[in-house]
């Protein structure tokens, strides 16, 4: 089995072009595009294209079109101060846009009307005196349309806006519990909330009717609703009916403390209502089992139905989301899971045309891929897999039944095409890394993969393999082994700006990029499996996919690697200081790695140490539980180095020389 796929890597590299080696500065200037956004009748798509410039130290913005019939592209409009667009109104090039100035130029923002096809007729909507974003909005009946948009909020629930806000005599903070801050965000006496205003139609033109509406400020129990959910919340957290009658909003469970529990509910408000109008539809107990995070509340095209996604573990973040489906009636919600034992996480959805298919995009064996799902279906469905490599950043059902899909691939920033349900590419209308110069050469050929057998669990594990310009299986070339956060996460088949694999591999690397125990895609048993071991089953995982390497890819030169990681892959390079395996790299990187793991008492995420202490326990601990300590702080990794023996160890040895009892995940 492994001289097969030591056979089929090899061999695949026969074909590599000659090419220029991607720097870490062409990477940064390279175009970023965004998610393709088409119009009602799907005639053609805009997105945004940003380019940063090192002369110029800045970048710049500009909004370009494809033609979705003949696959031509131009520029659609070079004003950065466009910011967001939404197709709505009487026409299908009809649209609402956020301007990120307004006419008192005190940090507000304006919303106007326009044709698509006539920019510079655009008129003047509305002038809001906050930064508000995440605009989405519909057209009523009466030709109306009805929007959201969220913003930070005071507690008496009006609009803040920091230019406009008195400078506080001290900058000090009081803080009455223990939710100070969620990553480097500090919490303040204002949250974010989700606004709605009406914009009246008449003569041709709209103005706002009234003042806006706050849905959220002021629902508060243990703790108050905040939406979007911060500090990674967007307009995907919210949503509004196609008639503009109703409004959905997530915000975290408020009858909990926020530090110690990942619950969160969806509330529904009608349009013309407000905060004490807003009703769960998921509260605990209510869907048995359902008591954790909750995501993406979307209404179907019809408005009559409501589809989510959520958790059971009411500690856990990285618990399998479920797939529901309910009522858009709170009187008769009729809550139901779909497809609600397959062994996937999807966190993207987007409903078919008819409301018969929900089309969700869920990681899978390294790749984030595309699934229809009827909404009927049964506990025991599997979906098939309508696209495979890549992962997306956005997709959208077209009026003709197919999904626009923007993704990105190792090899390329960006890639934009349609899919049918089936799973036939219909249109590839662009891909970065055949346009832009910076990526000039890059292709599927630079990558492959691996599966590996470890101690650590019956099933075979991956590893991405990413070959630097130029390759020659002939050669050798240093390894760089790059070890992923989470831990419960992946290496997929995706671009970065951060940890990007071929800007790595350009440098004259090799690099191998194993998915071990915790990784998402290969099964929930496999992500869940991490807990409680954060230094053991990954460890020994990746002590295995070294091995795999060294004795399986004679290009790669073990003998000068490097082992770099952030967050659990920091943790995990801290963790190699004190083992064994440490000795195997000339380097070790280590960003934003834990140190001190008993230390996450003191933090933020309460409910990440409670999974961990609690496991099959029915009470929260009272005292930090001892596999905190096994998890090993900088004390024990000291020792360690020393040549102290450690518990973790001896239980591994007997582990390592089992491999008939491996366990069964």
Avoid at 17 to 45: C, K
């Amino acid at each position: 089995m492994k001289s097969e796929i030591r056979s089929i890597a090899i061999a695949a590299l026969a074909a590599l072009p000659l090419i220029n080696a991607i720097t870490p500065e062409g990477m940064l200037a390279a175009p970023r595009r965004g998610v393709a956004q088409a119009n009602p009748s799907a005639d053609f798509a805009i997105y945004t294209n940003t380019n940063y410039s090192f002369e110029d130290q800045e970048a710049t913005t500009v909004w370009q079109q494809l033609d979705l019939k003949s696959g031509a592209f131009s520029t659609w409009s070079t004003d950065s101060n466009i910011t967001e667009v939404v197709f709505v109104g009487p026409t299908n090039t009809s649209i609402l846009y956020i301007n990120s100035t307004n006419e008192a130029g005190d940090g507000g923002i304006s919303l106007y009307t326009a044709d698509a096809t006539r920019l510079s007729d655009a008129k003047l909507a509305a002038s809001l005196p906050a930064p508000f974003s995440g605009l989405k909005a519909v057209a009523t009946k009466s030709g109306d349309i009805h929007f959201l948009l969220n913003t930070l909020a005071y507690p008496n629930g009006t609009a803040y806006n920091e230019e406009l806000a008195e400078t506080p005599a001290s900058t000090a903070r009081i803080y009455t519990d223990i939710y100070v801050r969620h990553w480097d965000t500090y919490l303040t006496p204002q949250r974010y909330a989700v606004f709605g205003g009406t914009l009246k139609r008449g003569n041709g033109t709209y103005s706002l009717a009234g003042e806006l509406t706050n849905y959220v400020t002021g629902k508060c129990n243990a703790t108050c609703a905040e939406s979007p959910v911060q500090p990674f919340g967007s307009s995907g957290d919210y949503d509004i009916s196609p008639d503009g009658s109703q409004v959905l909003y997530l915000t975290k469970n408020i009858d909990l403390p926020l530090a110690n529990f990942t619950s969160s509910q969806i509330y529904w408000v009608p349009f013309s209502g407000g905060a004490n109008d807003s009703i769960p539809i998921n509260p605990i107990g209510a869907t048995p089992g359902a008591e954790g995070a909750s995501a993406s509340p979307t209404f179907s095209k019809d408005g009559s139905k409501i589809a989510y996604f959520q958790m059971n573990g009411i500690y856990y973040e990285s618990d399998r989301n479920i797939i529901y489906v309910a009522n858009a009636d709170p009187n008769n919600l009729n809550v139901m899971s779909v497809a609600g034992d397959w062994d996937r996480s999807p966190d993207v959805l987007a409903w078919s045309n008819d409301g018969s298919v929900l089309y969700v995009a869920a990681p899978d064996l390294g790749r984030e891929r595309v699934f229809p799902v009827p909404v009927d279906a049964a506990a025991d469905y599997k979906p098939r897999n309508i696209t495979n490599e890549g992962v997306p950043a956005g997709m959208q059902v077209l009026a003709n039944g197919q999904v626009l899909i923007s993704d990105s691939k190792i090899w390329s920033s960006r890639d934009i095409y349609t899919v049918n349900s089936e799973g036939n590419v219909t249109n590839v209308y662009f891909q970065a890394n055949l346009v832009d110069e910076e990526l000039a050469g890059l292709s599927p050929e630079d990558v492959s993969e691996f599966y590996f057998s470890s101690n650590s669990t019956e099933i075979d594990l991956q590893s991405w393999i990413i070959y630097p310009a130029n390759f020659s299986a002939d050669k050798t070339y240093p390894l760089a082994f790059l070890v992923h956060g989470g831990p419960q996460g992946a290496f997929y088949n995706s671009w970065s700006t951060r940890w990007n694999y071929k800007v790595w591999a350009d440098q004259g690397y090799v690099v191998i990029a194993p998915n071990p125990t915790a990784s998402t895609g290969w099964g929930q048993n496999l992500t869940d499996a991490v807990a409680a071991h954060w230094g053991d089953y990954p460890y020994w995982d990746l002590v295995y996919a070294w091995d795999y390497v060294n004795e399986n890819l004679p290009y790669v030169d073990t003998s000068r690697g490097i082992s770099a990681g952030a967050s659990f892959g920091g943790y995990m390079n801290n963790w190699f200081q004190g083992h064994e395996m440490g000795r195997r790299f000339k380097a070790l990187v280590t960003h934003d790695g834990v140190t001190n793991s008993l230390a996450d008492y003191a933090t933020e995420e309460l409910w990440r140490d409670f999974h961990l202490a609690q496991r099959d326990l029915d009470v929260l601990p009272v005292e930090p539980d001892p596999v905190l300590r096994e998890l090993g702080d900088a004390a024990f990794r000291g020792a360690q180095r020393s040549g102290l023996p450690a518990a973790g160890e001896r239980r591994h040895h007997v582990v390592q020389h089992a491999p008939g009892q491996r366990r069964a995940e």
